[in-house]
């Protein structure tokens, strides 16, 4: 596996790669999703959100109690794919420079040399963001929003593809930061797992009470296919029709909430839904792929001020009241 030499911005020329048929996207994603499901039981829905939001070129943010499989799932999308994987354990003493990378002074040769943080992969795991202050949570804004990475004044372009993947605690409060607003807004998918059912947790304790699954892991595919096939995502039409009622949703929100969706998140709707379509082999969006998406999109970047209603509400009320025309 080679590693990804971090580089600046004036180095990459882009190029739109190869897409692949929709046929073939369709035996990736059931391949990666049946590759994943070795090791997480029981939330097949989850799994095609992250594999959505991956060539719909979002990152995600898996927030739920500990123990109920969020780092696993992480662990064995990235495993799935052969590719770069770094993971960054958050903790209240991480500074934002053990994450992007440092400069370092080389005494042999006089000169300072850049030492690249774990970000610089193709997959990076996040585990447990929100034990770490805001400041060093920060330092994943420009690589979330930009892939890129600027330090002491240079600017260094990510891997591409690249994807974070951030776990978040969702218990301690008084042992964790609260996740600054602007960063939440950069996930394109927020999802919570939730416990498995009495034959679901059997399952799995049949399968992971000896060796771990995720120990025997096998890539079924390639940095080199993920690119074609996020080309391929980015490539299905979203027609008038359907971006004018992805706008109508996201006014809706702005008017029956404290703070509404960003355009980044009707971005991140509308991709979402490209990548849904291509699951379904279809080259064009529909508004049942974007009411699919929106939940999960939308709900975690709408801020209320009562405490009858959050976020998923106001979706909820959202696609039952806003007409597609």
């Known amino acids: 596996?080679?590693?990804?030499?971090?580089?600046?911005?004036?180095?990459?020329?882009?190029?739109?790669?190869?897409?692949?048929?929709?046929?073939?996207?369709?035996?990736?994603?059931a391949d990666i999703e049946a590759n994943v499901?070795?090791?997480?039981?029981?939330?097949?829905?989850?799994?095609?959100?992250?594999?959505?939001?991956?060539?719909?070129?979002?990152h995600v943010l898996l927030d739920d109690v500990p123990g109920v499989g969020k780092t696993m799932l992480a662990r064995s999308i990235a495993r799935?794919?052969?590719?770069?994987?770094?993971?960054?354990?958050?903790?209240?003493?991480?500074?934002?420079?053990?994450?992007?990378?440092?400069?370092?002074f080389n005494e042999k040769t006089r000169?300072?040399?850049?030492?690249?943080?774990?970000?610089?992969?193709?997959?990076?795991?996040?585990?447990?963001?929100?034990?770490?202050?805001?400041?060093?949570q920060s330092a994943l804004l420009e690589a979330m929003a930009e892939e890129q990475v600027t330090v002491d004044g240079e600017t260094r372009e990510l891997?591409?593809?690249?994807?974070?993947?951030?776990?978040?605690?969702?218990?301690e409060p008084n042992q964790t930061y609260e996740l600054p607003f602007a960063e939440i807004d950069r996930f394109m998918k927020k999802l919570s797992l939730g416990y498995p059912d009495a034959d679901e947790e059997t399952e799995l304790l049949g399968r992971a009470?000896?060796?771990?699954?995720?120990?025997?892991?096998?890539?079924?595919?390639?940095l080199e296919t993920i690119v074609r096939a996020r080309e391929t995502v980015a490539r299905i039409r979203v027609e008038e029709p359907v971006r004018a009622y992805a706008t109508r949703l996201a006014r809706y929100t702005r008017e029956h909430a404290h703070i509404g969706v960003s355009p980044r998140a009707t971005i991140s709707l509308l991709r979402a839904a490209q990548?849904?379509?291509?699951?379904?082999?279809?080259?064009?969006?529909?508004?049942d792929d974007v009411q699919a998406e929106a939940p999960v999109v939308l709900s975690h970047r709408i801020r209320t001020e009562g405490r009858d209603r959050d976020g998923e509400s106001v979706v909820a009320h959202a696609l039952e009241r806003t007409s597609v025309e």
């Not at 499901?37 to 070129?57: C, M, Q």
């Not at 990548?275 to 508004?287: C, E, H, M």
């Open 80 to 104: 799935s794919v052969d590719c770069t994987f770094r993971r960054i354990q958050f903790t209240p003493d991480l500074l934002p420079a053990d994450v992007t990378g440092v400069n370092v």
């Open 159 to 171: 891997p591409d593809p690249f994807t974070v993947i951030a776990t978040q605690n969702a218990v």
């Open 275 to 287: 990548a849904r379509a291509a699951l379904d082999g279809r080259d064009y969006v529909v508004p």
């Open 1 to 29: 596996m080679t590693e990804p030499t971090p580089s600046s911005t004036a180095d990459r020329e882009p190029s739109a790669p190869e897409s692949l048929s929709l046929s073939t996207l369709e035996s990736l994603c």
């Open 37 to 58: 499901s070795r090791v997480i039981v029981g939330h097949d829905d989850a799994i095609e959100h992250v594999i959505t939001a991956v060539l719909g070129r979002g």
């Open 111 to 136: 000169e300072f040399e850049f030492n690249a943080g774990p970000v610089f992969a193709n997959v990076v795991l996040g585990d447990e963001i929100n034990r770490a202050p805001p400041k060093t």
């Open 209 to 222: 009470v000896g060796h771990h699954p995720i120990d025997s892991l096998e890539p079924v595919t390639d």
